[in-house]
């Protein structure tokens, strides 16, 4: 009842104290704005994570935060097509034994229902995860010696080597190593039932999304190498994408999607020898993902040169443009590739 009778006197509800509303709503307004720059941080940044908690931090684009799950896929010929790798909010490729790649997929926002074909660890894994805090991690499994660093490291542990064949399957379409098969929903399930069991979901931004930095150039094709390995990102005015193509070939995930990025960003680091190896007496290689370093940011048909700096593991990456303003990332599907060869830009 929006109202009462009492004979034939019709007695309406009060009207809404509106300045008491409108003050309320300047007060939080007031408060937030007080609690940011207490922390000391960007009140317009923090202002739109604050109201905006339907976009996922990583990629920008609507989506959940939730618990942050990276699974450590094989790149090479015999592992394409990949499964569920259209889902990643954010790829790292990254270098292996022999010169060839690996990834690393990030998944915070949405979980396909398979994962693979996953491999194992590698030792630049570390450094380059402490940045997004602590991340459920997946993989295969790692040799003998790096398990104790993998233990010391912040990060949950979500390997086959501690999970049922119901969790890590083997597709039996798929020739080993290349093989196996993760079901992501089982695992965050059966890690989450665990006392002290402890994932992280993003919390703020680990870079910024906005205009385009200055100092473009038109770019329509971009390869990235590594010795082994190598990648092509060609722009698609149709879609505005950037369809990526591995070893001459279009990427296709197994679902038949051509993968594609938004925000591509070619990373040059220092990669040098690890301390390890794999089993066939190739050496571990290390990328370097700390300090200081220059990349090239593709997005909406242009490059941009940028530098890159990041002090401690703990601490995000910086992206700067070349007049060392901040270099927005644009929303979507972000891919990192990490080398130490200059990619060749074409027109």
Do not use: C
Not at 175 to 186: N, Q, R, T
């Amino acid at each position: 009842m929006t109202y009462s009778q009492f004979g034939s006197e019709e007695i309406q509800p009060p009207a809404p104290r509106k300045s008491h509303k409108k003050r309320n709503i300047l007060f939080l307004f007031l408060l937030i704005i007080l609690v940011i720059s207490v922390k000391n941080t960007n009140p317009v940044t923090d202002l739109v994570k604050v109201i905006s908690p339907n976009k996922n931090l990583i990629s920008g684009v609507s989506g959940e935060n939730n618990q942050i799950l990276v699974v450590k896929i094989d790149d090479t010929k015999d592992a394409h097509p990949q499964i569920g790798l259209e889902d990643a909010d954010l790829v790292y490729v990254e270098q292996v034994e022999a010169g060839l790649t690996r990834i690393a997929a990030i998944y915070s926002s949405k979980l396909p229902a398979k994962i693979g074909p996953v491999r194992s660890a590698r030792i630049s894994d570390i450094e380059l995860l402490a940045q997004f805090g602590r991340v459920g991690f997946a993989y295969s499994g790692a040799q003998t010696k790096m398990r104790p660093v993998i233990a010391a490291a912040n990060l949950e542990n979500l390997s086959a080597e501690r999970n049922p064949p119901s969790i890590y399957a083997k597709d039996p379409d798929r020739l080993g190593p290349v093989d196996m098969i993760l079901y992501p929903d089982k695992l965050l399930e059966r890690a989450n039932a665990k006392a002290g069991t402890r994932i992280d979901t993003m919390k703020i931004a680990p870079w910024s999304f906005g205009q385009a930095p200055s100092g473009e150039t038109l770019t329509t094709v971009a390869k990235v190498k590594w010795p082994g390995a190598r990648y092509e990102l060609r722009w698609d005015s149709v879609v505005n994408k950037w369809l990526i193509y591995f070893n001459g070939e279009a990427d296709l995930a197994a679902s038949g999607v051509h993968l594609s990025a938004d925000t591509a960003i070619i990373q040059l680091v220092s990669i040098t020898p690890s301390i390890y190896g794999d089993k066939f007496g190739g050496v571990t290689p290390f990328s370097k993902t700390t300090g200081t370093g220059s990349a090239i940011m593709l997005r909406d048909g242009r490059s941009y040169n940028l530098t890159w700096q990041r002090d401690l593991p703990t601490d995000v990456t910086t992206w700067r443009s070349a007049d060392g303003g901040v270099a927005n990332f644009k929303p979507g599907k972000i891919w990192i590739f990490l080398t130490d060869i200059p990619p060749q830009i074409a027109p």
